[in-house]
C-alpha cells in the first residue's frame, strides 16, 4: 500500500525518476492515461465550439422526440380524416398544434407524422452505426494486430463487399424482405457498411502496435488480450468514434433513401422518407406534404454530421 | 510498374468473383421469387411455375446457377429478361449511353466546381468565405439526393419553368442539366472540401515558403506549386466518386425519369429479375474495380514519392 | 574597404560606405490565441558585401522571423512589422511594392532553410525547381534553364549532376538535398544569402562538408551572407561577427573570436559555458535555468532578468540599451556592444 502511494506520485511528476516510473507504467497502463488528456482536451475545445453546442442541442431534441413522441403532439400520426386530405395547408400561426405543418393527402396531420417519424430514422440510424462500429473494430483489430494472412484474408474480404455498391446491395437485399422492420433495415445496412470502420480500425491498430509503450508491454510479457484491450483499443478509440459520428448521418440519409425507393420499412411504419415517397404524387399541388418530411431528413442528417465534424476537429490532433 | 499492373489485375479476379457471388446470393438466396412476381396477383398452378423454373435453371443449386450465369456473362451472354424477352445486353446497350453521358456530365460538373469552390475557400482558410463555403457544403451533403432533387425540381421545373421536369431525350443537355446537378451535389460537396483541406494544409507548407522565397510570381507558386501539390488526394477521390455516381443514378433517373441503367435496375429488382440485376450490378463492380486501379495508377504518375514494385 | 569593387560592378544608389543590407528599429508582431506575441523588439543589423553576420539564439529568440521579415516571406496576417526599416542597397524595402519586392526575392537575396526535403517541392525534379530560377528571373527558355541547373549541381559538387537532374527531392541523401537548396539560392549570384539553420538537420559529418562549401562559395562570389544558428560551434569557424538574439532583441554584438574569449552578457555567457567540453570531463555541465520568455508575456526590464545569475532591481525596470564595450582602460573595442546594465562585471569580471 504505502508502495502505491509512492508510485503515484512519481507518477504524476512527468519525467521524473524513470526507473520507479517505468514500473509504475506498466501496471496502470500508459493508454488510459494518454487518451484522458485526449479527451478533456477535446472537451475543452468542444464546449466552446457554437457548431458543437447548436448540433448537440439539436440531436438531444430529435433523440427525445424519438423516445417520447407524444410530448410534442397529442394528435396520432394514422389518425385520417379525409375531409382535411392535402388541401390542408401548413398554418404557421398555430406553431405546434395539430394542423400546424398541415395535412397528407389522406388528411393526415403532418405535424404527428413528422414527430413519429423520427423514432424509424433515429433508431435506423443509431442501430446500423453501433452495429457497423462492432463489426468493423473486431475485423479491423483482428486484421492489424495479427497480420500475416488473417489480415490477407480479412482485407480481401474487406475488398469484396467494398465492391458492391453500397445502395445497389442494400435495394437487393431490403427488395426480398416482404415484411420490413426496422431490424431488417439496420441488419441489411450493417452487412454492407462494416468496411469503413474496419479499414480505419485496422490502420489504426497498425499503427499504435508499432509504438513504444506496446512493444514495451509486449516484452514485459503483457498477454494478447491485455495488449488488446489495455494497451491498443483505448488509443483506437478515437478515429473510430470519429468516422462513426460522421457514418450514423450518412446511414440516416440511406434509410430515408431506401424508404423513398419503397424499400425501405414497409407501408405501415411511419418513416419521413416513405412520406417523402408518397408525397411525390403531389409534389405540383401540395408541396409541402414532400417538403416537410425532406427537411425533416435534412436537418437531422446535418446535426450528426456537424456533431460529427466538431467532434474530430477536437480529437484531431493536427488540427490543433 | 507492369508488374505491379499484373498483379493487381489479378487480385481483382477473387474480389469480383466475390462481390458478385454476394449480390447473385442476395439476389436469389433471400426470399422472393421471379417468376411469382412475374405472375403477380393472379392464380397460378404450381406445376407451371415449376416448369418454367425449371426452363430458366432456377431449380439447381445456388453455387451451380452462378458458375453457369458467369460463364455465360463471360462469353457476353447477360441473358434474357422474363418479363420483356429481350436479351439483356440489349437493354444495357440502350440504357448505357444514357448513364453514361449523365455521370459524364454530373463528374464534369462536380470536377470544374468543386474543386473551384474548394480552391477559392482553401486559399484563405477561416475567412468567411471558407467558414461559408464550409457550411453549404454541409447542407448540401446533408440532403439526401432525393430531397436535393424534388426540391430543385420543384423550384426549377413547376415554379418557375426554367427546366423541363423529366428528360425526354437524354442526348439533350440543357435537360440533363438538372439531373446532373443533383446527382454531382454530394460529390460535390466531398471535393470541394477535401480540396480546401489539402490546399490549406500545403499552403503552410515548407515548400510553399520556398517557392515565394524564390520570388516567383503568385500566379506560378499557387498554379504550379500549390495546386500541383493539394490536387494529388483530389484527383484520386474522384476517380473513385465516378463508380459512387453511377450507383446514385438509380435515385436520379428515378425522379427525372431517365431511362439508364439505375431506372432499368430498379424496375428489374420490383420484378425480380435476378438476371439483369445482376448483369448490371457486375458491370458496375468491374467500372469501380477499374477506376480503383486506374486511381492507384496515377496516384503514382501524380506522385513521384510513389512508387510500385 | 572591400564594398569599393563590389560598387564597380553593380550600378543603382547604392552610395559607398553604407553596407549591403541595413536593419533598422525593426519590430515585428503575430497575433495568436493568446495575445499579440512581441516576435522582434528593435532589432539593429548590418551586413556587407563579402562580410559574413552570425545571428545566435534560442528557438523563439526572434532570429528567423528578422530573416523573414527581410525576405518578406512573413505571412501577413498574422505577421506585423509596425516599426522599423530594412535597407537593401540603399532603398528601404519596406516602402516597396510586392511586386519590386518579388524580383529582388531570390534574384539578389536568397534564402537557404534548415530542413531541404520539406522546403524542396516533392513533386517537382530538383532540375525543375532549379531551373524554375532562371525562366522566372531571366526568362530563359526551358533546355537553356535546364543545362544552367546541370551547371549549378556540378558547381555545389553534386556527384553525376546531369544524370541526376530529373530527379525528386526524396531521391537525394539529405546532404545532397542541402547541397541543392544552396545551388538553388546560388543560382542567379545574389548579394545576399540568408541561411537559416542550414546544417542542423545534418548527420555532423556532412554538416562540416555543406559548411565549408557554403563558405567558399561566400568567398568566390563575394555575397554577404547571415547564417543563423543555434550552434555555437558551426559559427566560429565562419562568421566574421556574431549577433545574439534574445527575447526580440540583440543582446550582445562582437567579432566572432572576441565573443568566444570575453562574452559580455550573462546570456552569452552561460550559453558557452553550457557546451560540453573535454577538459571538463567528469563535471556537470552548466545549464542557464529556467526557460526562455513567453512572447506575449515579455519581462519587463530586461528580458533575461528572470533567468539573470546577475540580476539586480535595475534588471527588472529598466530596459538595458545596446551599450558600447571598452576595454577596462576605456581603449576602443571594434563592433562590440551588450544590452546588459552590468556588462562591465561580466566582460571585467
Given at each position: 500500500m504505502?508502495?502505491?502511494?509512492?508510485?503515484?506520485?512519481v507518477?504524476?511528476?512527468?519525467?521524473d525518476?524513470a526507473?520507479?516510473?517505468?514500473v509504475?507504467?506498466?501496471?496502470?497502463?500508459?493508454a488510459?492515461?494518454?487518451?484522458?488528456?485526449?479527451?478533456?482536451?477535446?472537451?475543452h475545445?468542444?464546449r466552446?465550439n457554437?457548431?458543437?453546442?447548436?448540433?448537440?442541442?439539436?440531436?438531444?431534441?430529435?433523440?427525445?422526440?424519438?423516445?417520447?413522441?407524444?410530448?410534442?403532439?397529442?394528435?396520432?400520426?394514422?389518425?385520417a380524416?379525409?375531409?382535411k386530405?392535402y388541401?390542408?395547408?401548413?398554418?404557421?400561426g398555430?406553431?405546434?398544434?395539430?394542423?400546424?405543418?398541415?395535412?397528407?393527402?389522406?388528411?393526415?396531420?403532418?405535424?404527428?407524422?413528422v414527430?413519429?417519424?423520427?423514432?424509424?430514422?433515429?433508431?435506423?440510424?443509431?442501430?446500423?452505426?453501433?452495429?457497423?462500429?462492432?463489426?468493423?473494430?473486431?475485423?479491423?483489430m483482428?486484421?492489424?494486430?495479427?497480420?500475416?494472412?488473417?489480415?490477407?484474408?480479412?482485407?480481401?474480404?474487406?475488398?469484396i463487399?467494398?465492391?458492391?455498391?453500397f445502395?445497389l446491395?442494400?435495394?437487393?437485399?431490403?427488395?426480398?424482405?416482404?415484411?420490413?422492420?426496422?431490424?431488417?433495415?439496420?441488419?441489411?445496412?450493417?452487412f454492407?457498411?462494416?468496411?469503413?470502420?474496419a479499414?480505419?480500425?485496422?490502420?489504426?491498430?497498425?499503427?499504435?502496435?508499432?509504438?513504444?509503450?506496446?512493444?514495451?508491454?509486449?516484452?514485459?510479457?503483457?498477454s494478447?488480450?491485455?495488449?488488446?484491450?489495455?494497451?491498443i483499443?483505448?488509443?483506437?478509440?478515437?478515429?473510430?468514434?470519429?468516422?462513426?459520428?460522421i457514418?450514423?448521418?450518412?446511414?440516416?440519409?440511406?434509410?430515408?433513401?431506401?424508404?423513398?425507393?419503397?424499400?425501405?420499412?414497409?407501408?405501415?411504419?411511419?418513416?419521413?422518407?416513405?412520406?417523402?415517397a408518397?408525397g411525390?404524387?403531389q409534389?405540383r399541388?401540395?408541396?409541402?406534404?414532400?417538403i416537410?418530411?425532406?427537411?425533416?431528413?435534412?436537418?437531422?442528417?446535418?446535426?450528426?454530421?456537424?456533431?460529427?465534424?466538431?467532434?474530430?476537429?477536437?480529437?484531431?490532433?493536427?488540427?490543433? | 510498374m507492369g508488374?505491379y499492373?499484373?498483379?493487381?489485375?489479378?487480385?481483382?479476379?477473387?474480389?469480383f468473383?466475390?462481390?458478385?457471388?454476394?449480390i447473385f446470393?442476395?439476389?436469389y438466396?433471400?426470399?422472393?421469387?421471379?417468376?411469382?412476381?412475374?405472375?403477380?396477383?393472379?392464380?397460378?398452378?404450381?406445376?407451371v411455375?415449376?416448369?418454367?423454373?425449371?426452363?430458366?435453371g432456377?431449380?439447381?443449386?445456388?453455387?451451380?446457377?452462378?458458375?453457369?450465369?458467369?460463364?455465360?456473362?463471360?462469353h457476353?451472354?447477360?441473358?434474357?429478361?422474363?418479363a420483356?424477352q429481350?436479351?439483356?445486353?440489349?437493354?444495357?446497350?440502350?440504357a448505357?449511353?444514357?448513364?453514361i453521358?449523365?455521370?459524364?456530365?454530373?463528374f464534369?460538373?462536380?470536377?470544374?466546381?468543386g474543386?473551384?469552390?474548394?480552391v477559392?475557400?482553401?486559399?484563405r482558410?477561416d475567412?468567411?468565405?471558407?467558414r461559408?463555403?464550409?457550411?453549404?457544403t454541409?447542407?448540401?451533403?446533408?440532403?439526401?439526393?432525393?430531397?436535393?432533387g424534388?426540391?430543385?425540381?420543384?423550384?426549377?421545373?413547376?415554379?418557375?419553368?426554367?427546366t423541363t421536369?423529366?428528360v425526354?431525350?437524354?442526348?439533350?443537355?440543357?435537360?440533363?442539366a438538372l439531373p446532373?446537378?443533383?446527382?454531382?451535389?454530394?460529390s460535390?460537396?466531398?471535393?470541394?472540401?477535401?480540396?480546401?483541406?489539402?490546399?490549406?494544409?500545403?499552403?503552410?507548407?515548407?515548400y510553399?515558403?520556398?517557392?515565394?522565397?524564390?520570388?516567383l510570381?503568385r500566379?506560378?507558386?499557387?498554379?504550379v506549386?500549390?495546386?500541383?501539390?493539394?490536387?494529388?488526394?483530389?484527383v484520386?477521390?474522384?476517380?473513385?466518386?465516378?463508380?459512387s455516381?453511377?450507383t446514385?443514378?438509380?435515385?436520379?433517373?428515378?425522379?427525372?425519369?431517365?431511362?439508364?441503367?439505375?431506372?432499368?435496375?430498379?424496375?428489374?429488382?420490383?420484378?425480380?429479375?435476378?438476371?439483369?440485376v445482376?448483369g448490371?450490378?457486375?458491370?458496375?463492380?468491374?467500372?469501380?474495380?477499374?477506376?480503383?486501379?486506374?486511381?492507384?495508377?496515377?496516384?503514382?504518375v501524380?506522385?513521384?514519392?510513389?512508387?510500385?514494385? | 574597404?572591400?564594398?569599393?569593387?563590389?560598387?564597380?560592378?553593380?550600378?543603382?544608389?547604392?552610395?559607398?560606405?553604407?553596407?549591403?543590407?541595413?536593419?533598422?528599429?525593426?519590430?515585428?508582431?503575430?497575433?495568436?490565441r493568446?495575445?499579440?506575441?512581441?516576435?522582434?523588439?528593435?532589432?539593429?543589423?548590418?551586413?556587407a558585401?563579402?562580410?559574413t553576420l552570425?545571428?545566435?539564439?534560442?528557438?523563439?529568440s526572434?532570429?528567423?522571423?528578422?530573416?523573414?521579415?527581410?525576405?518578406?516571406?512573413?505571412?501577413?496576417?498574422?505577421?506585423?512589422?509596425?516599426?522599423?526599416e530594412?535597407?537593401?542597397?540603399?532603398?528601404?524595402?519596406?516602402?516597396?511594392s510586392?511586386?519590386e519586392?518579388?524580383?529582388?526575392r531570390?534574384?539578389?537575396i536568397?534564402?537557404?532553410?534548415?530542413?531541404?526535403l520539406?522546403?524542396?517541392?516533392?513533386?517537382?525534379?530538383?532540375?525543375?525547381?532549379l531551373?524554375?530560377?532562371?525562366?522566372?528571373?531571366?526568362?530563359?527558355?526551358?533546355?537553356?534553364?535546364?543545362?544552367?541547373?546541370?551547371?549549378?549541381m556540378d558547381?555545389?559538387?553534386?556527384?553525376?549532376?546531369?544524370?541526376?537532374?530529373?530527379?525528386y527531392?526524396?531521391?537525394?541523401s539529405?546532404?545532397?538535398?542541402?547541397?541543392?537548396?544552396?545551388?538553388?539560392?546560388?543560382a542567379?549570384?545574389?548579394?545576399?544569402?540568408?541561411?537559416?539553420?542550414?546544417?542542423?538537420?545534418?548527420?555532423v559529418?556532412?554538416?562540416?562538408?555543406v559548411?565549408?562549401l557554403?563558405?567558399?562559395?561566400?568567398?568566390?562570389y563575394?555575397?554577404?551572407?547571415?547564417?543563423?544558428t543555434?550552434d555555437?560551434?558551426?559559427?566560429?569557424?565562419?562568421?566574421?561577427?556574431?549577433?545574439?538574439?534574445?527575447?526580440?532583441r540583440?543582446?550582445?554584438?562582437?567579432?566572432?573570436?572576441?565573443l568566444?574569449?570575453?562574452p559580455?552578457?550573462?546570456y552569452?555567457?552561460?550559453l558557452?559555458?553550457?557546451?560540453?567540453r573535454?577538459?571538463?570531463?567528469?563535471?556537470?555541465?552548466?545549464?542557464i535555468?529556467?526557460?526562455?520568455?513567453?512572447?506575449t508575456?515579455?519581462?519587463?526590464?530586461?528580458a533575461?532578468?528572470p533567468?539573470?545569475?546577475?540580476?539586480?532591481?535595475v534588471?527588472r525596470?529598466?530596459?538595458p540599451?545596446?551599450?558600447?564595450?571598452?576595454?577596462?582602460?576605456?581603449?576602443?573595442l571594434?563592433?562590440?556592444?551588450s544590452?546588459?546594465?552590468?556588462?562591465?562585471?561580466?566582460?571585467?569580471g
Amino acid at each position: 500500500m504505502p508502495d502505491k502511494t509512492i508510485a503515484a506520485k512519481v507518477d504524476a511528476l512527468p519525467g521524473d525518476t524513470a526507473s520507479t516510473a517505468g514500473v509504475v507504467v506498466t501496471d496502470s497502463g500508459p493508454a488510459p492515461e494518454k487518451a484522458r488528456s485526449l479527451w478533456s482536451d477535446a472537451w475543452h475545445d468542444l464546449r466552446r465550439n457554437p457548431l458543437f453546442l447548436v448540433s448537440a442541442v439539436l440531436i438531444v431534441f430529435l433523440l427525445v422526440m424519438a423516445i417520447w413522441p407524444g410530448l410534442f403532439t397529442g394528435t396520432s400520426p394514422t389518425h385520417a380524416d379525409l375531409a382535411k386530405h392535402y388541401l390542408g395547408k401548413p398554418n404557421w400561426g398555430h406553431v405546434f398544434a395539430g394542423d400546424w405543418l398541415g395535412y397528407d393527402v389522406q388528411g393526415r396531420s403532418i405535424y404527428a407524422r413528422v414527430v413519429y417519424g423520427a423514432r424509424a430514422s433515429i433508431t435506423v440510424g443509431v442501430g446500423v452505426t453501433v452495429a457497423v462500429t462492432v463489426i468493423g473494430t473486431i475485423i479491423g483489430m483482428v486484421a492489424g494486430y495479427f497480420g500475416g494472412w488473417t489480415d490477407t484474408l480479412l482485407s480481401r474480404v474487406t475488398d469484396i463487399f467494398l465492391g458492391i455498391p453500397f445502395l445497389l446491395g442494400a435495394l437487393v437485399i431490403l427488395n426480398s424482405f416482404d415484411d420490413r422492420t426496422v431490424w431488417v433495415v439496420i441488419m441489411a445496412l450493417a452487412f454492407l457498411g462494416w468496411t469503413q470502420i474496419a479499414r480505419v480500425a485496422r490502420g489504426a491498430v497498425i499503427t499504435i502496435k508499432q509504438s513504444d509503450y506496446v512493444v514495451a508491454a509486449k516484452a514485459l510479457g503483457a498477454s494478447t488480450s491485455r495488449i488488446m484491450f489495455r494497451h491498443i483499443l483505448p488509443n483506437a478509440v478515437a478515429p473510430i468514434i470519429v468516422v462513426a459520428t460522421i457514418a450514423l448521418g450518412g446511414y440516416i440519409a440511406a434509410e430515408a433513401t431506401l424508404s423513398f425507393l419503397g424499400v425501405g420499412l414497409g407501408d405501415s411504419a411511419v418513416s419521413w422518407g416513405g412520406d417523402v415517397a408518397r408525397g411525390r404524387e403531389q409534389l405540383r399541388i401540395a408541396p409541402h406534404t414532400l417538403i416537410i418530411p425532406s427537411v425533416m431528413v435534412s436537418i437531422t442528417v446535418l446535426s450528426f454530421l456537424m456533431f460529427g465534424d466538431a467532434v474530430r476537429n477536437a480529437l484531431d490532433p493536427k488540427l490543433r | 510498374m507492369g508488374r505491379y499492373v499484373a498483379r493487381r489485375l489479378l487480385q481483382m479476379i477473387p474480389v469480383f468473383i466475390g462481390s458478385t457471388l454476394i449480390i447473385f446470393c442476395m439476389m436469389y438466396a433471400l426470399p422472393g421469387d421471379p417468376v411469382r412476381a412475374m405472375m403477380g396477383d393472379q392464380a397460378y398452378d404450381p406445376s407451371v411455375v415449376a416448369s418454367i423454373k425449371k426452363d430458366l435453371g432456377l431449380d439447381q443449386p445456388l453455387l451451380q446457377q452462378y458458375v453457369h450465369y458467369m460463364t455465360g456473362l463471360l462469353h457476353g451472354d447477360f441473358g434474357t429478361q422474363i418479363a420483356s424477352q429481350r436479351p439483356i445486353s440489349d437493354v444495357i446497350a440502350d440504357a448505357f449511353p444514357v448513364t453514361i453521358r449523365l455521370t459524364v456530365f454530373a463528374f464534369t460538373f462536380v470536377t470544374l466546381v468543386g474543386i473551384g469552390l474548394g480552391v477559392i475557400a482553401g486559399l484563405r482558410p477561416d475567412t468567411l468565405r471558407d467558414r461559408g463555403l464550409l457550411t453549404l457544403t454541409l447542407v448540401l451533403v446533408s440532403m439526401p439526393s432525393f430531397v436535393l432533387g424534388f426540391l430543385l425540381q420543384y423550384l426549377l421545373a413547376f415554379k418557375w419553368s426554367v427546366t423541363t421536369p423529366t428528360v425526354t431525350d437524354s442526348t439533350n443537355f440543357s435537360q440533363l442539366a438538372l439531373p446532373a446537378i443533383v446527382l454531382g451535389s454530394l460529390s460535390l460537396a466531398y471535393v470541394a472540401r477535401l480540396t480546401r483541406t489539402s490546399i490549406a494544409e500545403n499552403l503552410r507548407s515548407d515548400y510553399m515558403r520556398t517557392a515565394i522565397a524564390k520570388g516567383l510570381p503568385r500566379r506560378r507558386v499557387i498554379g504550379v506549386h500549390l495546386l500541383r501539390n493539394s490536387l494529388i488526394p483530389v484527383v484520386t477521390f474522384l476517380g473513385i466518386e465516378l463508380g459512387s455516381l453511377m450507383t446514385g443514378a438509380i435515385v436520379t433517373e428515378g425522379i427525372f425519369n431517365v431511362r439508364g441503367i439505375g431506372v432499368e435496375i430498379y424496375e428489374a429488382l420490383t420484378r425480380r429479375e435476378g438476371a439483369t440485376v445482376v448483369g448490371i450490378a457486375s458491370l458496375m463492380v468491374l467500372i469501380y474495380l477499374a477506376a480503383s486501379l486506374i486511381v492507384d495508377l496515377l496516384y503514382a504518375v501524380l506522385d513521384p514519392r510513389i512508387r510500385y514494385a | 574597404m572591400t564594398i569599393i569593387d563590389e560598387t564597380a560592378e553593380s550600378p543603382g544608389p547604392q552610395e559607398t560606405g553604407r553596407p549591403l543590407l541595413e536593419v533598422r528599429d525593426l519590430h515585428v508582431e503575430f497575433s495568436t490565441r493568446d495575445g499579440v506575441a512581441k516576435a522582434v523588439n528593435g532589432v539593429n543589423y548590418s551586413v556587407a558585401a563579402g562580410e559574413t553576420l552570425a545571428v545566435l539564439g534560442e528557438s523563439g529568440s526572434g532570429k528567423s522571423v528578422t530573416a523573414q521579415a527581410i525576405m518578406g516571406i512573413l505571412d501577413m496576417p498574422p505577421g506585423r512589422i509596425p516599426k522599423g526599416e530594412i535597407f537593401f542597397r540603399g532603398q528601404d524595402m519596406l516602402k516597396m511594392s510586392g511586386e519590386e519586392r518579388r524580383k529582388i526575392r531570390g534574384n539578389r537575396i536568397a534564402m537557404i532553410f534548415q530542413d531541404a526535403l520539406s522546403s524542396l517541392n516533392p513533386v517537382l525534379s530538383v532540375g525543375y525547381q532549379l531551373g524554375e530560377m532562371f525562366r522566372v528571373h531571366q526568362g530563359m527558355s526551358k533546355k537553356d534553364a535546364k543545362a544552367k541547373s546541370i551547371e549549378l549541381m556540378d558547381r555545389v559538387k553534386i556527384p553525376a549532376a546531369a544524370a541526376r537532374v530529373n530527379d525528386y527531392p526524396h531521391q537525394f541523401s539529405g546532404g545532397m538535398r542541402q547541397r541543392i537548396m544552396i545551388a538553388m539560392a546560388l543560382a542567379l549570384e545574389p548579394d545576399l544569402i540568408i541561411a537559416d539553420e542550414p546544417t542542423t538537420a545534418l548527420d555532423v559529418t556532412v554538416q562540416a562538408q555543406v559548411m565549408d562549401l557554403l563558405a567558399e562559395l561566400q568567398r568566390e562570389y563575394h555575397m554577404g551572407l547571415i547564417l543563423i544558428t543555434h550552434d555555437l560551434g558551426v559559427v566560429a569557424d565562419v562568421a566574421d561577427k556574431i549577433a545574439v538574439m534574445y527575447a526580440g532583441r540583440i543582446v550582445e554584438t562582437a567579432p566572432v573570436h572576441e565573443l568566444y574569449k570575453r562574452p559580455a552578457h550573462p546570456y552569452t555567457k552561460g550559453l558557452l559555458d553550457s557546451i560540453p567540453r573535454l577538459d571538463q570531463k567528469g563535471q556537470e555541465l552548466y545549464a542557464i535555468k529556467g526557460l526562455p520568455p513567453n512572447l506575449t508575456r515579455i519581462p519587463s526590464g530586461c528580458a533575461f532578468n528572470p533567468r539573470c545569475p546577475q540580476a539586480q532591481d535595475v534588471c527588472r525596470t529598466d530596459i538595458p540599451l545596446l551599450f558600447p564595450v571598452t576595454e577596462r582602460d576605456g581603449g576602443e573595442l571594434v563592433g562590440r556592444g551588450s544590452a546588459c546594465h552590468f556588462w562591465k562585471e561580466t566582460i571585467h569580471g
